[in-house]
């Protein structure tokens, strides 16, 4: 086992400690969103355009011309998290990612053509109005793939970093003359496959909300029985991710869960908040089973956007707490010293805050947009 770190040996934290953990996880919260609609939206897209009925094919296409841009703000929100992981974390992630350096570096190597292939699927279905040629649709097929498997080695990456216990294992077995090769990965550990499962389920619950949203709010061109169709569709559909969350959360928490942190998670606030981790799907699900027969009005939508956001950040609240309670034994993060650089802190807010208010213009900018476009979904 690795000796633990000093944290009076390390230089002092810039910023307050419930700052970092703040705005690492409400930076992870936003990185979920989007993230979550290329990580199983794009393939959910892929199938229905192939056996999909009509209005599966029509949302198909609706979220395909969204997809560059859902790629876009969800790459920007990912750099969020990881500044506050290299401000605090640092220790542990770099010792994480050199191990799985190759694996890590594929990440930029792999994104690069699964935007690409996004873009293709796009500009086709905006310009192709005979149907999208056969190479679009799989460059379509070939990003949905590039894109789990970046979740896959994202997945890899954060659960090694708090895996300690395996480094010098791993650096055994992937180093020559001491040097590591690089090429670890993390699949050994207990908790890496219900950790990767549980995200891909969130992710369907993330795009069933979005389906709602979409045809709320961005859709109104489009006929009534396409928007009652996204009611009883995404009802469905967050019904399955919801049941995907609950088997892949039992397994993370009851089959691959340390005894010491499962207790540690059994205890007072955190007890509550890992049941409340457990039940959050319940909101969304039960707004969506109400409206699932009526074409979504607005304030519902919204309504099931707001639990959906609800799910996504008490999911990242606990995942924080897991981290640094698996982290603490070898690098205790609150115990380091503090010396708050008060500048730095407020160039981050404003810029942070700026960044928000331009998205949330954007966002007005395309609901306004969508009251005037005709139903072009390329189908
Ligand atoms: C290059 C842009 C990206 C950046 C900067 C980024 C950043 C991050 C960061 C910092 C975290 C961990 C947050 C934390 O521990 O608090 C994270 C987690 C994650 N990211 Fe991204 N991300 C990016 C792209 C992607 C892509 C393309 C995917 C593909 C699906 C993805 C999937 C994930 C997943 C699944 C996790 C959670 C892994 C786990 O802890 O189990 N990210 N990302």
């Not at 905006?126 to 056969?134: C, F």
Request: positive net charge; glycine residues 10%.
């Amino acid at each position: 086992m690795m000796p633990p770190i000093d944290p009076h040996g390390l230089s002092a934290m810039p910023a307050p400690y419930w700052f970092v953990q703040f705005f690492k996880a409400l930076g992870f919260t936003l990185h979920m969103v989007p993230m979550n609609l290329w990580y199983a939206g794009l393939l959910l897209a892929m199938v229905l355009h192939l056996c999909g009925s009509e209005h599966g094919r029509r949302f198909s296409g609706r979220l395909m011309t969204q997809m560059p841009v859902l790629v876009a703000l969800g790459i920007n929100f990912g750099i969020v998290p990881l500044l506050f992981v290299q401000v605090a974390y640092y220790k542990a992630f770099y010792s994480a990612t050199i191990l799985t350096a190759w694996f890590w570096l594929a990440i930029v190597g792999l994104l690069i053509p699964a935007y690409y292939g996004v873009y293709a699927y796009a500009l086709g279905l905006r310009n192709e109005q005979a149907g999208l040629a056969s190479w679009r649709k799989a460059a379509g097929w070939g990003a949905a793939m590039l894109f789990i498997l970046i979740g896959f080695l994202f997945a890899n990456g954060w659960s090694l970093m708090t895996n300690v216990g395996a480094w010098s294992r791993l650096w055994e077995n992937h180093s020559v003359g001491g040097a590591t090769l690089g090429t670890a990965l993390n699949v050994a550990d207990r908790t890496f496959w219900p950790r990767w499962l549980l995200m891909f389920g969130l992710a369907l619950m993330t795009t069933a909300a979005w389906l709602v949203v979409d045809a709320a709010w961005f859709a109104r061109k489009e006929n009534e029985t396409y928007r009652q169709w996204a009611s009883s569709f995404a009802w469905k559909l967050h019904t399955a991710g919801a049941i995907w969350f609950a088997a892949a959360g039992s397994w993370y928490v009851f089959g691959a869960w340390q005894a010491g942190l499962r207790a540690s998670m059994s205890t007072g606030w955190l007890h509550v908040l890992m049941i409340a981790t457990a039940l959050a799907p319940g909101l969304p699900w039960i707004l969506m089973a109400l409206g699932r027969k009526q074409a979504p009005r607005r304030a519902t939508a919204l309504g099931i956007a707001l639990a959906q956001l609800g799910v996504l950040a008490v999911n990242a609240t606990s995942r924080q707490v897991v981290q640094n309670l698996e982290l603490k034994a070898y690098l205790d993060v609150a115990a380091i010293r503090e010396e708050v650089q008060v500048s730095p802190l407020i160039l981050f807010l404003a810029v942070f805050v700026a960044g928000l208010g331009v998205i949330g213009w954007v966002i007005a900018q395309a609901v306004k947009a969508s009251a005037t476009e005709p139903g072009q979904s390329g189908v």
